[in-house]
């Protein structure tokens, strides 16, 4: 599967941001979908994912009740709603994929990489 995002830019604290991840190659629905990012000093991290069905989601506590993920099949696209965003929230972004079968709240089951996007969070 390819994975290409979008979507990142600057905003300011507070402020809100929408990143996409469209998927091409393989059945859609044959993948949990996470975002993953990587800050200036920080190790790369799951920040969200959601499982093939759409119908569970995982969130790392620093973003729970901030950030939504969200899939659409008919579209092949994931999405990852950031609200209150905080200067810590700036990162580089990645989507990624994670066969079907496995545990999709695990970071290391993530083996389908896109790009990334950058978001800084600024005044």
């Known amino acids: 599967v390819q994975l290409q995002a979008s979507g990142g830019g600057l905003v300011q604290p507070g402020g809100s941001l929408r990143i996409s991840c469209a998927a091409s190659?393989?059945?859609?629905?044959?993948?949990?979908m996470g975002w993953f990012r990587r800050g200036p000093v920080k190790e790369r991290e799951l920040v969200a994912a959601i499982d093939w069905r759409g119908g569970s989601t995982y969130y790392t506590a620093s973003v729970s009740g901030r950030f939504t993920v969200s899939k659409s099949n008919t579209k092949n696209t994931v999405y990852l709603q950031m609200n209150s965003l905080r200067p810590e929230d700036t990162a580089v972004y990645y989507c990624?994929?994670?066969?079907?079968?496995?545990?999709?709240?695990?970071?290391?089951?993530?083996?389908?990489w896109g790009q990334g996007t950058q978001v800084t969070v600024s005044s």
């Open positions: 190659g393989r059945t859609f629905t044959d993948y949990h």
């Open positions: 990624a994929a994670s066969d079907y079968f496995n545990d999709y709240r695990e970071g290391r089951n993530y083996n389908y």
